[in-house]
């Protein structure tokens, strides 16, 4: 009989250590890093999975049954987009532009968003590493409007004018990918523009364009300058002349006035006052020679 009871304890203590181990071997504690969400769902070992709900690291669901989970990164992630040669950006005359455009975007970090991803959008379909989802949901569902957004932006702008416009350009491209992903479980949180160049021909004919213009410029400035010295060298001639007419003017009313009171009372009278004083003096009496005369003292 004790040996009966032995051999029951015995089962029932090996049957216990089974289901322990069973029970260890077929549960998990689902661990979500801070940056992810893990989306916990239970695999029963007959049956389908079923969801069981969103954790938003750092959390955890400590251990349990038949429990299991999918992280996927609620972090920023920044994507660019190159246009050149064959797909430049049109702008608004027709000249291709050839940039880049950066749009910082993330999963929602809600229940809400992150259940919608897995179920809606395929979260899990390709990979279960977070950054590669990621990679996969930007190619599907971002990519491509993004860069039609880009391009009609753009293409309301001139093509030398686009880079004067960077910091609307990007908000106009914000704007309208926010209203395009509103009702998914993507949030974009920043768009910036990056800087357009023309193709290299229509960069050294706008270079050539601007060194003739500075040529012209200096010849009109050289022209200015020539013409101003003529102006300058009139007015002095002007001024000169000026001057000269107005001594001969006064040499005239000078010789006007002498000539006004030089009558001949007077120049006789001045011969009288240069008579005195001299020793001698010759004055003409009608014949051919001069007749000394002493003057009197």
């Known amino acids: 009989m004790k040996q009966l009871s032995a051999t029951v304890l015995f089962l029932a203590f090996m049957l216990l250590c089974a289901s322990g181990v069973a029970f260890l071997a077929n549960s998990q504690n689902v661990r979500v890093s801070a940056g992810y969400a893990g989306y916990v769902y239970s695999k029963p070992i007959f049956g389908r999975s079923m969801f069981k709900q969103v954790l938003i690291g750092p959390a955890s669901t400590g251990l349990r049954w038949r429990l299991n989970g999918q992280s996927v990164s609620v972090t920023p992630y920044t994507y660019s987009e190159k246009f050149d040669g064959n797909t430049a950006i ?114 050294d004919a706008i270079a050539t364009k601007v060194a003739l213009n500075q040529t012209l410029e200096q010849k009109a400035i050289e022209e200015q300058i020539a013409t101003k010295n003529i102006e300058i060298e009139r007015k002095n001639g002007e001024a000169a002349g000026a001057k000269s007419a107005a001594e001969a003017l006064e040499r005239a009313k000078a010789i006007s006035a002498i000539n006004a009171v030089l009558t001949p009372a007077y120049i006789q009278y001045l011969g009288v006052e240069n008579i005195r004083g001299a020793e001698r003096v010759y004055v003409p009496l009608g014949g051919t020679s001069p007749q000394l005369i002493l003057p009197v003292k």
């Open 90 to 203: 049109l702008a608004k005359d027709k000249l291709p532009l050839a940039s880049q455009a950066h749009i910082v975007w993330r999963l929602k970090p809600d229940e809400v968003s992150v259940k919608r991803f897995m179920e809606e959008f395929g979260g899990w379909e390709t990979t279960s590493d977070p950054d590669q989802i990621a990679k996969e949901a930007y190619a599907q569902f971002i990519q491509e409007p993004f860069r039609t957004v880009t391009r009609s932006v753009v293409a309301k702008y001139e093509g030398l004018a686009v880079n004067e416009s960077l910091t609307a350009i990007s908000d106009a491209i914000g704007t309208s990918m926010k209203e395009l992903l509103a009702k998914t479980p993507f949030e974009v949180m920043s768009v910036v523009m990056g800087n357009a160049s023309p193709p290299q021909q229509v960069i």
